[in-house]
């Protein structure tokens, strides 16, 4: 009843702490109930508890890959059993080092387990780093500040090893017949190691956020429209152009010199394109507009920088969304404006080495226009936000169905709003970056993950620790 209890408590916590619209705190937590079980509990029980509260987690997420996304039940199926794998190992995993008195290696190499998941679904799935435990904490802005040392695999490993240092610590508290646990100690020099080390890095990073010392006035507006763009030279197009018009007007009016748009507003030719680039050319602000672009038998997925001078540029999306945007034609090019403005869409920034590129070419500033599907607003720009905080740059994302955001290089939502006929105007959005560590060096984490991963299978497989000491108040339990 215990370990049922357990596995249900832990399933709650997944569930609220994972997820379109995680309780940050909540991930932190859903951990420990399981770990705390599994040392009481042979492997196979553990198991079971493990299968019943993941299952319990993804609830709330199942409904978004099925009818948002529209994904095969199998590749539904397989990311679920992917994220099981993980979760499932890394329990028994950290039981087995815990049960074998060795605790330092079960808090500083199990999570690692977790790290080389994420790494390697970003790399062989179509979806980026899009499915990390990192985004949990977005909004947490010391945790999400290690990402400009090691990406979102840095914060994945601290959101793994401090459950496991806590399960560890009460576990120790109350040893049984059947574990070898040293005590206390051990995991709580791990935890307070840990968050001294996280911490003081937390503490320089947001010491060293630009400020806006050469500010930028930028405008967002998105109005209702459809998912694929409207054909500008239509009736339903021709209203939503004469819609947007006097509201990028207004914008550039109040001093917004960029106005960003989201993604597909429009679709259009190269017959229709000046009815577009004539209207917003008119508005006396640079506009950055998503359209569907269609030439020569093919569609392609463009964001328009239009210039009052008259200049147009192009960006073609490089990420295309499998299944919805098959019928499109992805892109190969990065666009950069005046040195420093660099333009990507939407699922674009769900790939950490886009954005790394663009800070290593010198852009401090992202434009983006961006789709979502409502329901993930919240997720997909802290995602965007991320981006920016891993290389030192702010974000300009404009949504149609989900948020409106401007980010800073330190992680801060300077603004926002949320789409569906809204704008926003910020008029100190930073255009100062700076390097990081991860825009230099890239994934180097997964790396070192590796290491730990081995060591961990090593030391699991190895002989167990002699004991506690004498003077450990639990070695009269243990023996």
């Known amino acids: 009843m215990t370990t049922i209890i357990a596995a249900l408590l832990s399933g709650l916590l997944w569930l609220g702490g994972s997820g379109l619209h995680p309780v940050a705190a909540l991930t932190w937590l859903a951990p420990i109930p399981l770990i705390l079980a599994s040392v009481r509990v042979r492997p196979r029980t553990a198991l079971g508890a493990t299968v019943l509260a993941w299952s319990i987690g993804q609830l709330g997420i199942v409904g978004y890959y099925r009818g948002t996304l529209r994904l095969p039940v199998f590749v539904v199926g397989g990311v679920f059993v992917l994220g099981l794998g993980l979760a499932a190992g890394t329990v028994?995993?950290?039981?087995?080092?815990?049960?074998?008195?060795?605790?330092?290696?079960?808090?500083?190499?199990?999570?690692?387990?977790?790290?080389?998941?994420?790494?390697?679904?970003?790399?062989?799935?179509?979806?980026?780093?899009?499915?990390?435990?990192?985004?949990?904490?977005?909004?947490?802005r010391p945790v999400i500040q290690l990402t400009a040392l090691t990406g979102v695999w840095g914060v994945t490993y601290l959101l793994l090893a401090v459950p496991i240092a806590l399960a560890a610590l009460l576990a120790g508290l109350r040893p049984t017949?059947?574990?070898?646990?040293?005590?206390?100690?051990?995991?709580?020099?791990?935890?307070?190691?840990?968050?001294?080390?996280?911490?003081?890095?937390?503490?320089?990073?947001?010491?060293?956020?630009?400020?806006?010392?050469?500010?930028?006035?930028?405008?967002?507006?998105?109005?209702?429209?459809?998912?694929?763009?409207?054909?500008?030279?239509?009736?339903?197009?021709?209203?939503?152009?004469?819609?947007?018009?006097?509201?990028?007007?207004?914008?550039?009016?109040?001093?917004?010199?960029?106005?960003?748009?989201?993604?597909?507003?429009?679709?259009?030719?190269?017959?229709?394109?000046?009815?577009?680039?004539?209207?917003?050319?008119?508005?006396?602000a640079r506009v950055v507009v998503g359209v569907v672009l269609r030439r020569a038998g093919t569609a392609s997925n463009v964001a328009l920088v239009l210039d009052p001078s008259g200049t147009i540029r192009t960006y073609e999306k490089r990420h295309l969304i499998p299944g919805l945007e098959d019928w499109l034609t992805p892109g190969g090019d990065e666009v950069i404006v005046d040195g420093r403005f660099g333009v990507a869409i939407c699922k674009d920034l769900d790939y950490p080495g886009l954005v790394r590129r663009y800070r290593a070419q010198g852009v401090s500033v992202l434009l983006v226009p961006g789709l979502d599907f409502t329901s993930d607003g919240w997720l997909?720009?802290?995602?965007?936000?991320?981006?920016?905080?891993?290389?030192?740059?702010?974000?300009?994302?404009?949504?149609?169905?989900?948020?409106?955001?401007?980010?800073?290089?330190?992680?801060?939502?300077?603004?926002?709003?949320?789409?569906?006929?809204?704008?926003?105007?910020?008029?100190?959005?930073?255009?100062?970056?700076?390097g990081t560590v991860y825009s230099r060096t890239g994934d180097w984490f997964p790396i070192v993950s590796l290491v730990l991963f081995v060591i961990s299978v090593g030391a699991?497989?190895?002989?167990?620790?002699?004991?506690?000491?004498?003077?450990d108040p639990s070695a009269a339990v243990s023996r």
């Open 92 to 140: 028994l995993l950290a039981r087995t080092l815990l049960r074998h008195g060795r605790v330092g290696t079960a808090v500083l190499t199990v999570p690692s387990l977790w790290v080389l998941g994420e790494y390697a679904a970003s790399r062989l799935l179509p979806h980026g780093a899009w499915w990390s435990l990192a985004y949990t904490q977005a909004d947490v």
């Open 177 to 284: 017949r059947t574990a070898r646990l040293d005590g206390p100690r051990p995991a709580l020099t791990c935890l307070l190691a840990l968050l001294l080390g996280v911490g003081g890095w937390s503490a320089w990073s947001l010491s060293r956020s630009p400020q806006p010392a050469e500010p930028l006035t930028v405008g967002l507006v998105a109005l209702r429209q459809s998912e694929d763009g409207l054909p500008i030279d239509e009736p339903s197009g021709r209203d939503l152009l004469t819609r947007y018009v006097p509201r990028v007007s207004d914008l550039a009016a109040r001093g917004a010199r960029i106005v960003v748009l989201p993604e597909k507003v429009f679709a259009v030719t190269d017959a229709t394109l000046p009815l577009l680039v004539e209207a917003l050319q008119q508005t006396a």
């Open 380 to 434: 997909h720009s802290r995602m965007a936000l991320v981006r920016g905080v891993e290389n030192g740059i702010t974000v300009v994302r404009a949504a149609a169905f989900g948020r409106l955001t401007v980010t800073d290089p330190g992680g801060r939502v300077v603004g926002e709003a949320t789409a569906g006929d809204a704008e926003l105007l910020v008029t100190a959005a930073p255009t100062a970056g700076f």
């Open 460 to 471: 699991a497989v190895g002989r167990p620790n002699s004991g506690p000491r004498r003077h």
